[in-house]
């Protein structure tokens, strides 16, 4: 039976001129913006943020402030850009290989396809083989596909956690009204790129190679910024809800916050 192995480098110039060439770019489809409907009244968040308004201000490890020591001072709606895209990148092309097959000992030349090829010995052969070296270019075709879900700064979100629901049906004007921060436009195209456009380092020379993207949008949801103020100490501090769905978004990240805040004082005080 033949054995093929790799044994010679690669054409490195050849390589080099095909990484240098352009990606060419298929169907780059059109962004379309959704604005999320508001689903929650204002007033039911206004309760739950009563409730939970003493979290926010941590007295110590055994104690909390009171409810009247905590003063509401505003409710913001705002909407959070996210934004999904989906595309693939696919390439045919060549790249180079060397195969080392086995002869008997007692062959002279092998010819293929015209070209005389001479037997060899190599540290690999048995004292009853040798080997010829064949030269050969190979052809592949690899594609990748992904889908993204972005946040504001081209971060992945968290897909499982983002709500379902219906659309608004004028999404530009809330946009204006609402002074909804714009994404820049090929965020998510640059985004989608770098993830799945890698073309082989192997590469001899390319049939054919296109980036393209099947579906962007850009989706806007509802969000309340209830803000509460300490009367002892001064200090301000927020709840953040999901118009959709009601869930807290962001009071997790406070409690860790100031609790983070009340080690590091108490280091300080240690040290000092």
Known sequence: ??????SEPMDISAIVKSSEESIAEGNIAS?????????IDPAILRIAGEKSKCRLFNGSLFWRYRPEEIDFVSLEKYYEPFIA?????SIDYYRQNNYSVKVGKEVKEIVLFNQTLK???TSTSTSNENRIKIQV????LKEKRAFLFLNRYGQDANLSEFPSGPSENNPEQLIRDFNME?????MDVDSLRSRIADRPYDVTRIVSEVFQVDERSTVYAPRFKLTYKCLITGKLASLE??????KTIKQKENIILATTKRVIKKLKELLL
């Open 241 to 246: 809800f999901d118009g959709v769905t009601a």
């Open 1 to 6: 039976m033949n054995e093929a192995i790799y």
């Open 119 to 121: 037997p060899e010995q």
């Open 137 to 140: 270019e190979e052809r592949l």
């Open 85 to 89: 895209v989906n595309g693939k990148y």
């Open 182 to 186: 714009e994404i820049a436009p090929n």
């Open 31 to 39: 962004r379309k913006t959704i604005v999320y409907k508001t689903l």
